[in-house]
Every structure is written in structure tokens, then in C-alpha cells.
């Protein structure tokens, strides 16, 4: 599960506990939900070295998509096995 390498662990209801402490809630999602058929992101992390993510990523086996460039930073997705969407940012 790729959650757990970026220090997020399940609590008993389900919900995600932040290495501050703090809980994630995770509320349902359903293609309906979606805007104008634009797959949302799950959750979004921003991180300080995203080149060394996107190897980790990749040689565990993770489907990663391209790197983008954008105006305030870099960014790329990537899916878990259930294929829900996650997206990394890395700030300039």
C-alpha cells in the first residue's frame, strides 16, 4: 500500500493518521462526482525531493505519469493498485 511509505497508517475506523497525529478523513467518492469527466485526485503531496518519489514510485512497481513543469513548481500522478489517482507537487 502506497500510503504507508509516505508515513500515513490506517486508524481503526479506516481514516488516515498524519505523522503529526492528526487524522485524514477519507469520505466517498463515486465517478458521478466527477467534474466535467476530470479524474480528481485522491490526495495530493507536496514533497521537497520529487525525482527521489517518482523513482520510489517506480521501483516498487507503481504506475507513474510524466513530470510536469508548471509555473509554480513541478508535479506528476500517479494510481495504486485499486486505481485511485494520487497526485506529488514539488514547489520552486
Not at 492528526?22 to 495530493?44: A, E, G, T
Not at 521537497?48 to 518519489?53: G, T
Given at each position: ?40 485526485p485522491v490526495l ?9 518519489v517518482y523513482a ?14 508548471v509555473m509554480t ?20
Amino acid at each position: 500500500m502506497p500510503m504507508v511509505q509516505f508515513g500515513l497508517f490506517p486508524d481503526r475506523n479506516g481514516d488516515l493518521i498524519l505523522p503529526s497525529g492528526q487524522i485524514l478523513y477519507l469520505l466517498p467518492f463515486k465517478p458521478s462526482d466527477m467534474i466535467n469527466d476530470v479524474i480528481v485526485p485522491v490526495l495530493s503531496f507536496e514533497v521537497d525531493a520529487i525525482m527521489d518519489v517518482y523513482a520510489r514510485l517506480k521501483n516498487n512497481g507503481i504506475q507513474v505519469g510524466e513530470l510536469e513543469n508548471v509555473m509554480t513548481g513541478k508535479h506528476y500522478f500517479f494510481h495504486d493498485p485499486d486505481n485511485n489517482r494520487f497526485g506529488i507537487y514539488q514547489s520552486q
